[in-house]
């Protein structure tokens, strides 16, 4: 024979499983770093000043601002130093067939 169960019943759950009695959770307050200390590269300094956009942008645009974030340092990082940057073209390199 079991015992029975003298644990209390559980509160009820919405359709998205939490509960519907009692006060809502706090939500933390969300801390956005400092601005970038400037690095002394333009490039770089021009990319992670989009950094600075994140907590205006909304959520359902981060993808296409860390995309962007991304193009921005593969820039920096394909361009020679102390030169400017190159401009993008969509030619193909000579001996490439």
């Given at each position: 024979?079991?015992?029975?169960?003298?644990?209390?019943?559980?509160?009820?759950?919405?359709?998205?499983?939490?509960?519907?009695?009692?006060?809502?959770?706090?939500?933390?307050?969300?801390?956005?770093?400092?601005?970038?200390?400037?690095?002394?590269?333009?490039?770089?300094?021009?990319?992670?000043?989009?950094?600075?956009?994140?907590?205006?942008?909304?959520?359902?645009?981060?993808?296409?601002?860390y995309s962007g974030l991304h193009d921005?340092?593969?820039?920096?990082?394909?361009?020679?130093?102390?030169?400017?940057?190159?401009?993008?073209?969509?030619?193909?390199?000579?001996?490439?067939?």
């Amino acid at each position: 024979m079991t015992e029975p169960n003298n644990l209390p019943d559980p509160e009820p759950e919405n359709h998205e499983g939490h509960m519907l009695d009692g006060p809502e959770p706090a939500r933390p307050e969300i801390q956005w770093p400092d601005a970038a200390i400037p690095t002394g590269d333009p490039l770089v300094d021009k990319a992670l000043g989009i950094l600075g956009l994140v907590p205006a942008t909304p959520v359902a645009d981060h993808g296409e601002l860390y995309s962007g974030l991304h193009d921005s340092l593969l820039e920096a990082l394909d361009a020679e130093p102390g030169l400017p940057a190159s401009p993008k073209s969509n030619s193909r390199p000579e001996g490439d067939s």
